[in-house]
């Protein structure tokens, strides 16, 4: 029997990112691409995604959380 391998943070987020966006992958391309492994984008997109749910594909609520998200991360940035 093969062993088993166990799944990375990077490979655990994605597959997050995977389902919460309905499996549309380019929707998940995007996000993964905005995310890039950072907690805090990967936080900020959670929440921006969930809020955006009057868009009407995934791909548009993914660009729109990832529109908000950017917009959060300045408040880290400027030390706020």
Do not use: C, W
């Not at 990112?17 to 950072?38: C, H, N, P, W, Y």
Request: glycine share 2%; no cysteine.
């Amino acid at each position: 029997m093969p062993e088993i391998t166990e799944l990375t943070e990077s490979q655990l987020m994605n597959l997050d990112i995977l389902r919460m966006v309905m499996f549309d992958t380019a929707a998940a391309q995007k996000a993964i691409e905005f995310i890039q492994g950072s907690k805090l984008n990967f936080e900020l997109f959670k929440d921006h995604y969930a809020m955006a749910i009057v868009e009407p594909t995934p791909v548009a609520r993914t660009e729109k959380a990832i529109r908000e998200a950017k917009e959060a991360l300045d408040l880290f940035s400027t030390g706020a």
